[in-house]
């Protein structure tokens, strides 16, 4: 299988989702949001490790739409806490229509996805059900120290990768896992997929953080620098106050102390991140958590053409530009 074979898979069920017709401001959000354009990497990766240990797939398709609809459920939830306004080039749901709307659109989907989770095959819902749960759960305190964080100045770069692993990475390892986990994979083979997944999503966010202020916002998918406007904490503001000194910090605490929403803001934020050279640190780190990823990777015993296409994905997701 291929990573456009699981995609067709995985759009072709998004597509066939049945929704109540009634009330339609309930479950129109959430089929607006599940059918906007998006990478849908994750349940991907559950039918990937799948196939990895098992021909046959199917089983693995209510698993992966599961983490499909618990990912967009936290999207929901994120863009109204963080005032989004596009999603995926897109009106988030709160804009186009309100915030109460997505909070409760949002909690359905979370719903929802258990729901698809209990479709699982019940020789192994059990573990999946408790791996669910706990990722759960792990993204919400990864949410909430991303919240503490902003009230923060300063936090250290190993508070920031252990937020960014609870709030990103453990879904994607998650997703590996519970897809090996149908396909019949030892703990050991278990466990290297989720070592690889949790890295990858690493990475991905620091790439997520790159794009934000270096990204084309044309391809990105919404405005470059709502990160900075918004004082968020991401590899690369982390970066920065831990390399600036003189009046190059003094600087970089005058943005973040006053509360500016202008692109004037934006660019002299970024022009920071150029002269103490955030932008090449911060692609040093990429590298370094996308190597640990193919690392974890490579000790899983299966088919190396199957891994090859996992470590390509890989590859395609901290090059990317949107």
Request: a neutral charge; charged letters at 25%.
């Amino acid at each position: 299988m291929t990573l456009s074979d699981a995609l067709i898979i995985i759009n072709k069920e998004i597509q066939s989702i049945e929704y109540p017709k009634n009330p339609a401001g309930l479950y129109s959000p959430i089929a607006y949001l599940l059918t906007l354009k998006g990478k849908k990497i994750r349940p991907a990766l559950t039918l990937l490790a799948c196939n990895l240990f098992c021909n046959e797939v199917k089983e693995a398709i209510p698993t992966a739409l599961a983490w499909e609809i618990f990912h967009n459920f936290t999207l929901m939830h994120d863009d109204v806490m963080d005032k989004a306004d596009l999603r995926r080039g897109q009106a988030t749901v709160h804009k186009k229509w309100n915030e109460n709307t997505a909070i409760l659109s949002g909690d359905t989907m979370l719903i929802l996805s258990y729901k698809y989770l209990a479709k699982s095959p019940s020789r192994c819902l059990e573990i999946l059900l408790d791996l669910f749960s706990d990722t759960a759960a792990k993204i919400c305190e990864g949410q909430q120290f991303d919240m503490e964080y902003e009230k923060r100045t300063m936090i250290s770069e190993k508070e920031y990768i252990e937020m960014i692993r609870l709030k990103t990475a453990v879904m994607m390892g998650a997703c590996l896992k519970s897809g090996a986990i149908v396909g019949g994979a030892n703990e050991s083979d278990q466990q290297n997929l989720y070592d690889f997944g949790i890295r990858l999503g690493i990475a991905f966010q620091i790439k997520d953080d790159w794009l934000d202020v270096y990204g084309d916002s044309n391809t990105f998918g919404k405005k470059t620098g709502g990160d900075i406007l918004c004082n968020k904490k991401t590899f690369l503001l982390v970066t920065a106050l831990e390399t600036a000194t003189g009046k190059d910090k003094e600087a970089l605490l005058y943005w973040l102390n006053n509360n500016i929403q202008s692109d004037e803001k934006i660019e002299a934020v970024r022009q920071l991140y150029d002269k103490l050279s955030v932008k090449e640190k911060t692609q040093k780190a990429l590298q370094n958590y996308h190597q640990q990823s193919i690392n974890a990777l490579q000790k899983v015993s299966a088919d190396p053409a199957g891994k090859k296409i996992l470590a390509d994905i890989a590859g395609g997701l901290v090059e990317r530009e949107f």
